[in-house]
DNA sequence: TTAGCCCTGAGA
DNA sequence: TCTCAGGGCTAA
């Protein structure tokens, strides 16, 4: 479940890491998460260097010298992390990268297969269509813009949150978060929320992002960061997962309803 | 707009 | 042994 704050912690270390780095060897032992064959990915990679680590939405994006990129998605439980060398018998290992001037492999791991590796050349009209369809970052919309772009939604606002074609990055976690943050509750409509409310969801957004981000993201089951360590930001969570607890704001219990097939956790009293 | 599918490990 | 977790996609 790593969302947009889970990404862009993973995009700066990386950056770090190997950002300049050349590719030495690219190898594929479970080949059902990536989008190109085996061979393309093997043969492609070794050679290049990478220019820069960043982030789209939840999309991670390795720009590579001559105009490839490595565009990965980590679905539920991908992880991507340092190791002296790759545990051959594990069935969730995916990928691995090796860099020149650098021990050890960069590997990929994701036991429920919901994850993607894409490799793409870098004009916009090769993206991932996955990658070309999302919305715009939070971060780049005003409140405003925001308001105006969800105020003609007439799906329940949670839903509208996850849609990826609206706006990149919110997941389950901080979506739920961000509305306690916003007192709303996550069955409203936004067309019939008043527009004040919607830029102060806005404002509850980017806020409970750059927390977590801050804090390293989410670490609830699988998400860790590539040297194995985990997020702080799980304890400072509101709501997510914490149905029948009391409301960190006003004591009422935590309630937990299931909307769009997601679990989604808020406060009846101070969600409305 | 929504239901169902993919997928596997954890927990009841 | 069964149910649940859910991001992104497709079909209804």
Not at 66 to 88: D, I, K, V, Y
Not at 115 to 125: Q, T, Y
Not at 201 to 230: F, K, M, N, P
Request: aromatic letters at 8%; one cysteine or more.
């Amino acid at each position: 479940m790593p969302e947009l704050p889970e990404i862009e912690c993973l995009a700066r270390e990386l950056q770090g890491q190997i950002g300049g780095a050349l590719i030495s060897r690219a190898r594929v032992y479970q080949s059902i998460i990536l989008k190109s064959p085996p061979g393309v990915f093997e043969a492609e990679l070794p050679g290049r260097r990478v220019e820069s680590v960043t982030r789209r939405g939840k999309f991670l994006c390795l720009d590579l010298t001559g105009g490839l990129r490595l565009w990965l998605h980590f679905g539920m439980t991908g992880q991507l992390f340092w190791s002296e060398a790759p545990a051959l018998a594990d069935p969730h290992l995916h990928f691995s990268l090796e860099f020149e001037a650098r021990s050890g492999c960069l590997l990929f791991r994701d036991p429920r297969r919901f994850g993607k590796a894409v490799l793409a050349g870098a004009e916009g009209g090769r993206l991932p269509p996955s990658v070309g369809r999302l919305g715009p970052e939070p971060d780049f919309l005003s409140a405003e813009a925001f308001a105006m772009l969800f105020r003609s939604r007439r799906a329940r606002i949670k839903s509208a949150l996850l849609d990826q074609r609206l706006m990149a990055g919110l997941g389950n976690i901080y979506a739920d978060e961000s509305l306690h943050r916003a007192g709303i509750d996550p069955r409203r409509r936004p067309h019939r929320l008043r527009r004040e409310r919607l830029t102060r969801l806005h404002g509850a957004i980017v806020e409970t992002l750059a927390e977590a981000v801050a804090r390293g993201g989410s670490s609830i089951d699988d998400y860790q960061h590539t040297d194995g360590s985990r997020g702080r930001f799980q304890e400072s969570h509101r709501v997510y997962g914490r149905a029948g607890s009391s409301c960190l704001s006003c004591g009422t219990a935590i309630r937990r309803i299931k909307l769009a097939g997601r679990s989604s956790f808020y406060c009846p009293a101070c969600q409305r």
